[in-house]
């Protein structure tokens, strides 16, 4: 399979994207230095969930995050992010309310202060990103969640590599779930032949993403949020 074009590299995004058929836009953003008047684009039911959260940080965060997404969304669909109504999946997969919905498909994650944004006119689509943080135990995860071939491989390797090699194969794994709209396990009974198009975003050594679309992007982009 032909690589996307505009395959890795982030540039400042533009003002009004364009989402072209086929096409595949990924955003990033650093959730520290975005504006609190984000969060101003909220509903009353964002406001309260953002409130439930104990620490002030993970509010502040949280509430940023989910205002980013409406202004996004605002640019592509050209409407008021005040506006915007969403629906919640089975799994809990937030959808645009409407007739947008048919012709918009999005995601989002969030991994400490990073955020990053998906959005296709390819079907479906999922986004993961991960921060590597506390330690863990990467071979006992990869055994239960990726495999047991997966936590073999993790296991040969030095500890530092292992890190990066399992926050590699976990954001695939996630995207990939998150693109097909279940839970954790839920992707076992897919055949090869429907399971998503699935392209890691090259960030640190410290980060691992990856993005996934029910059919395989003509296009990817990478962009940078730009208020």
């Not at 940080?57 to 940023?64: I, V």
């Not at 194969?169 to 992707?187: Q, S």
Request: charged fraction near 30%; glycine fraction near 10%.
């Amino acid at each position: 399979m032909m690589p996307a074009t505009g395959e890795g590299t982030w540039a400042p995004g533009p003002r009004l994207p364009l989402l072209a058929e086929g096409a595949v836009h990924v955003w990033r953003a650093d959730l520290r230095t975005v504006g609190d008047d984000l969060s101003e684009l909220l509903c009353s039911e964002e406001r309260v969930r953002a409130q439930r959260f104990v620490s002030k940080r993970d509010s502040e965060l949280w509430g940023r995050s989910r205002g980013l997404l409406r202004a996004l969304l605002g640019r592509y669909s050209r409407q008021d992010p005040r506006s915007l109504r969403f629906v919640t999946g089975v799994h809990g997969k937030p959808e645009l309310a409407g007739n947008a919905a048919a012709e918009l498909a999005f995601n989002m994650s969030h991994s400490e202060h990073l955020a990053l944004y998906a959005f296709s006119r390819a079907g479906a689509v999922g986004v993961d990103v991960e921060v590597a943080r506390r330690p863990i135990d990467e071979v006992a995860i990869a055994e239960r969640i990726l495999g047991a071939s997966e936590a073999a491989r993790l296991q040969a390797l030095d500890p530092a590599t292992r890190r990066r090699e399992f926050l590699r194969g976990w954001t695939r794994h996630e995207a990939e779930l998150k693109c097909l709209g279940v839970g954790i396990g839920g992707a076992d009974g897919v055949t090869d032949g429907s399971r998503p198009w699935v392209e890691e975003l090259e960030l640190s050594p410290e980060v691992a993403a990856a993005v996934a679309a029910e059919r395989a992007a003509r296009e990817l982009h990478c962009w940078d949020w730009q208020p």
